[in-house]
């Protein structure tokens, strides 16, 4: 079974990232959740980075506010895919400090990029990741796509009445 590491450079990104673990488990997908801090523990970062995939998971979501350093750094030294959640930190004025860090990385070293406090939209696309290579996955996000649609119509024949 595929798992999906969700990795935070704080604990005040919590309230943010658990969107993705929430979404994760709607998909039935199993996640390890910790702290990783690019700049606090950078040996931590290093051990986790590069032995990820020998401990059975498939995609990094890895979540930073402020520098935002992270998720750059994890995929410099992983051969996994990492999606990046810029976090809207306490120390940053709007947020694009955390949105540029993530998504301006050179060549080589790919971080998809989701939209600031975007963990929700990590989380379905490491499912949609997962999905590619594994039917009941691809199949639970089927159906939760046909749900979203469902709900867009029952709305718009709301507007109706």
């Not at 995939?53 to 051969?79: N, Y």
């Given at each position: 079974?595929?798992?999906?590491?969700?990795?935070?450079?704080?604990?005040?990104?919590?309230?943010?990232?658990?969107?993705?673990?929430?979404?994760?488990?709607?998909?039935?997908?199993?996640?390890?959740?910790?702290?990783?801090s690019a700049h606090r523990t950078p040996e931590k970062l290093f051990d986790f980075s590069k032995n990820a995939h020998d401990r059975g998971i498939?995609?990094?979501?890895?979540?930073?506010?402020?520098?935002?350093?992270?998720?750059?750094?994890?995929?410099?030294?992983?051969?996994?895919?990492?999606?990046?959640?810029?976090?809207?930190?306490?120390?940053?004025?709007?947020?694009?400090?955390?949105?540029?860090?993530?998504?301006?990385?050179?060549?080589?070293?790919?971080?998809?990029?989701?939209?600031?406090?975007?963990?929700?939209?990590?989380?379905?696309?490491?499912?949609?990741?997962?999905?590619?290579?594994?039917?009941?996955?691809?199949?639970?996000?089927?159906?939760?796509?046909?749900?979203?649609?469902?709900?867009?119509?029952?709305?718009?024949?709301?507007?109706?009445?």
């Amino acid at each position: 079974m595929s798992k999906v590491a969700i990795i935070m450079g704080s604990i005040s990104d919590m309230p943010v990232m658990q969107d993705a673990i929430d979404i994760l488990k709607q998909f039935n997908i199993e996640t390890e959740v910790d702290i990783v801090s690019a700049h606090r523990t950078p040996e931590k970062l290093f051990d986790f980075s590069k032995n990820a995939h020998d401990r059975g998971i498939s995609v990094i979501i890895a979540g930073a506010g402020g520098a935002a350093h992270l998720p750059g750094m994890v995929a410099s030294m992983s051969p996994l895919p990492v999606i990046g959640v810029p976090v809207k930190s306490s120390n940053s004025i709007d947020g694009w400090d955390s949105v540029l860090s993530i998504l301006q990385m050179p060549g080589g070293v790919p971080v998809a990029t989701v939209a600031l406090n975007g963990a929700k939209n990590a989380g379905i696309l490491a499912a949609q990741i997962i999905g590619s290579h594994d039917k009941k996955v691809l199949d639970t996000i089927i159906a939760y796509k046909e749900e979203l649609k469902a709900a867009v119509n029952k709305a718009a024949e709301g507007l109706k009445k």
